[in-house]
């Protein structure tokens, strides 16, 4: 062999290196490594897997490369189109590579070496073909089930052993299983044996259970567990094992598909039969047409609760699936999954896949497989579901897309949604994204046909939208005590009449009242700073109000600056006492509270949810937690205790939220026969998303919410990127985001782009740490991408956070 030196290959890690690291390939990794697979490489003395994303052989100069330990797999666990998308997350949302591809994997994926390998019946028994054939089954005859590395010990340098096992497989002489052997169980399965039918019903003689296995089988053209068999047949093992025994049927072992039942909710059952409306079939027809056509398209589905898009999204679906396509369905929570997930499960079946970190590591890893296989062609689960080693993918549904969840809040600080663009583009897909709200960027996105919109304009089903009620809460006087402002007048009144007639109430409240702001109590005043558009924040420490976009500062006035009433009042926080202010005004009502500290107790939100449900209790407080996804058909009273809470949150996009949770709660009430009632309470009643929300006013919502990102240059008219500094010291952290902020305007691009702060950030301090801001803004996206690369350090030596298109701004 000529003596070439060794190739090379960059190893991607799961570590905050801006680049991939180069190691040598050594010779006897060589014939089998690609891009895709994993590696085991030193770093220092310590041993980290990472991706090998390029196999090349540009030397560096001057450099001692080492070489990689060991290639953990024998196929690309990533495949080329996945590597291709990583390496634009990697680029536009400045992320290490590793990073991004790590979550583009399940945890603790087993090495190939992990697999189990064993003998079937017929495998015992044949007659190996070639020497390796014969090593291999050997040493399975005599060691029983072992792992594919035990195998390669015991069989000893066996160059070709993948292609053996290969062969093996593919004639049913062998049987592999992918996933976590702790958790795998064997079972015994059966199969007709090769020849006609005819001939096994003969050979069963008059035997009236075995001819029905026989002709069951037939029917069902695949294999089946004994136990599948036996439970459709209502005979017993005696009869198969008969029929294995004539010859008729062949016995092998598989590995147990994991139930997916836990992972989802209600029953099994039938597809509930329903006839499209006009409007669901014309969208229908527009998707079917664009997954026919096999090219990228990407569309916005838009219509209110109930009115018929997740049966829609779910035909198209079966649609890709007729022309052998498959389908992403993303939904914003873990929690959302068991609700879809029975509805996939009964159009689709075993082609259903849900992939999500709440499931245990063999049910994760068994589902992995069979995407990547693709035996499963419907894969259902949050944002990390996007990365899905699917072929053939022909749609991608985004449904709530303008939750902020799609949003990964560690690096890689992704936006599922907006990949999923990239995603379908690349594979030629349909996009679409599915909401009653859509964020303003795809509202924007749909008016500059970017977006291809599909509207659905009836409700389906017998509810009807419930009445509005708005209580003003600066005619409920200045004089009140705080707490007593939970509970107005109307409010008090509309809660026992629910009461008195049987009915169950939601009350919504707000917990993220970490950093009050001043509101005036008689007329609503909450001091905006003029740059921004943004209320301040309000500090009591120094008496002061804080811009958090660009940090400028005001000392808090004594008196409102607008009315002159002495009626400035820090709000925001304190509603922690919402449900001790119920109690007292009503000690006989059962009352719960869902919200992030209810999740943690022990049954989590589903159990409060259930009790709920099943009408235990009567009243439930909670956060927005309560409002997404669920259908409670007793529910006859919805309130928003303070819609300001939400509406002056420090947060460009606080009015949208705002906006979205109203119509979601409008849409909780009166699901069921009766009309319901939403009761909001707040000092802005005649804010524009509170009327719009009211009336049902959807584009007038979008036409005034549009115009003050315009005016204040926010997105979806700039594109912006957060740059937060953390440290311990107070004094080293404003010098560095300083630093920053000095370098950037120096930048030649600086002129085209709007550099908000420093400022502190809205969480000034957490867990002991300071933490300050800049906000970069243009209408130029490209060029502000450029700047950023060209000034921000690669290797900053201290905490920084680039956060590109950022939804929480904390
Ligand atoms: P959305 O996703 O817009 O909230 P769904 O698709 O979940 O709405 O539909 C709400 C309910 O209405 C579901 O129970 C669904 O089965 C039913 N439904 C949908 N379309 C129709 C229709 N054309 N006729 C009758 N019922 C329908
Ligand atoms: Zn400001």
Redo the contacts with the bound molecule.
Sequence with gaps: MPDRPPRLADVALPLPLPDPLTYEIPAAWDAQAQPGMRARVLIGRRRLVGLIVDIHERRPEGVNLRPLVEILDREPVVPKDLLELARFTADYYMAPLGEVVRSMLPADLPPWGDRKVWLTDAGALSLPRGASEAAVIEALREGGRMTVAELQSRVGALPDLDAVLATLAEGGRVNTAEHRARSARYINAVELAPGEVADHLAKAGRSVAGREVINYLAALGRPATTAEVTAAIECTPAVVRRLVSLGVLRQFTQVERLSLDRHMMGAPGKR?E????ED?AFALDRLTAVVEAGQFAPLLLQ????????????RAAEEALARGRSTILLVPEIALVPALAR?VELRFGDNLAILHSGMGVGERHQEWERVRRGEARVVLGPRSALFAPVADLGLIVV?EEQDSSYKQELSPRYNARDLALVRARDAGAAALL?S?TPSLESRYNAERGKLDLLR?TER??QGTLPEGILVDLREEGVSRRPGEIHFSERLRHEIRQALADGDQVILLRNRRGYSPMLLCRACGEDMRCEDCGLPRTYHRRDRRLVCHYCGSMLPAPKVCPNCKEEALEAIGAGTERVEEDFKELFPEVSVDVLDRDTARRPGGPAAVLERFDRGEIQVLIGTQMVSKGHHFPNVALTAVLAADAYLSFPDFRAVERTYNLLVQVA?RAGRGERPGRVVIQTYHPDHYAIQAALRGDDEGFAREELHFRRVFHYPPYTRMVQLLVRDKNRDRAWKLISDLAADLAAHPFARSVRLSGPAPAPLERLRGEWRFQLLARSADGRGLHRMLKEVLPKNPGYDLVIDVDPQQLL
Excluded: C, F, N, W
């Excluded at 219509?303 to 779910?314: D, H, N, P």
């Design positions: 509930p329903i006839h499209l409306r669901q219509g209110m609760t109930g009115s018929g898009k997740t049966e829609v999204y779910l509805a449904d599915v009653a659905l389906a089903g849409g």
